[in-house]
């Protein structure tokens, strides 16, 4: 006897409920209608003969099978991928979909030069980007929402596989003529109390910038942080305080028409830039073949 199976289409709908807990949320998340997603998801239901989620007018709560079901409908939709994936390994190298996450502090230093390059090597590639901080990107890898990560490292993962790019640098960056710091000599001992900017709590350039260039003092950071890149450089250009730039912003934009110079630190003061990917995805030597790709674009 032939048992109907839920469509990759209702698994796909209703993990993105469970993620939203919300029908317009995850509707929109869908690109599909309201009305037909719920129609989805109600028969979704009705193939399984189980109650997935409690429905409220403000609220959804996935039930506790549902859960479950959510669980399995992610190892079920990955394994469907592996199928795509062992398809994909007879056709060209770089090609079809390709879902990359990227962080804030790394994206527009980087993409701008490497997409057209990429572009042209490898014409057959469909890349989509989502940019987002490297707890939300890692979380999307996780989930197979995304199929590689391009995120600064060390950072704390399980699961998946990495690879090293290259080190990016730190620089010691203030307005010309501040009298917060010397430059050419200083330590950050004798920094002033709450004078070094940072970003805020969520982006990993934070941890990297605090461990790297070694500030064990926290009294010596501000209490006022920044929530981009751009925002940091606009304070630090108005005398606010002082900052720790990673060398691949120091040629952008970012620094034009600002009175801002930057000096390098101690040679050990860095963060690696790395791709990272799923453990055991089929797709590794096309991630590797990506990897090497990055690497040639920075020589």
Same mark, same amino acid.
């Given at each position: 006897?032939?048992?109907?199976l839920?469509t ?10 469970e ?20 129609v ?17 007018k ?18 079920? =939709? ?7 994936d062992i ?34 090597t490898?014409?057959?590639?469909? =890349? ?13 890898l996780?989930?197979g929402e ?13 699961g998946?596989e990495s690879?090293?790019?290259?080190r ?9 003529g501040?009298? =917060?710091?010397?430059p050419?000599n ?5 920094l ?11 982006h ?6 605090l ?11 501000s ?5 981009s ?12 305080g002082?900052?720790f ?7 952008s934009s ?7 110079m930057?000096?390098?630190?101690a ?18 030597k ?10 040639s674009t920075?020589q």
């Open positions: 006897m032939r048992m109907n839920p990759t289409r209702q698994l796909q709908y209703f993990i993105a409920l993620k939203h807990r919300h029908f317009g949320k995850a509707a929109e998340a869908s690109f599909v209608s309201q009305p037909a997603f719920s989805a998801i109600r028969e979704l239901e009705s193939l399984l003969n189980v109650q997935l989620v409690d429905r409220t403000k609220h959804v709560t996935i039930t506790g099978i549902g859960k479950q079901v959510a669980i399995q409908a992610r190892l079920a =939709l990955r394994d469907m991928e592996g199928i795509v398809a994909r390994e007879s056709q060209q190298p770089l090609s079809g979909r390709l879902s990359l996450g990227v962080i804030p502090t790394i994206a527009p230093f980087i993409l701008p030069d490497l997409l057209p390059r990429l572009r042209k490898y014409p057959e590639l469909e =890349l989509y980007l989502h940019e987002d901080q490297t707890e939300r990107v890692y979380e999307m996780m989930e995304l199929d590689i990560i391009l995120i600064a490292l060390p950072y704390d993962m399980r998946v690879l090293t790019l290259f990016d640098n730190f620089y010691l960056a203030c307005k010309r501040s009298e =917060l710091v010397d050419d200083y330590s950050i001992e004798t002033p109390q709450e004078s070094v900017l940072l970003l805020e709590d969520g990993c350039l934070r941890d990297h910038a461990s790297a260039c070694k500030i064990r003092n926290l009294d010596k950071v209490k006022v942080s920044a929530s890149l751009l925002t940091l450089i606009q304070m630090v250009d108005a005398d606010l002082i900052t730039l990673p060398e691949m912003a120091l040629h970012l620094l034009k028409h600002t009175r801002i930057t000096k390098a630190v040679k050990n003061s860095y963060r690696e830039i790395g791709l990272v990917w799923r453990k055991g995805s089929m797709r590794k096309e991630f590797r073949l990506l990897a090497d790709f990055i690497k920075r």
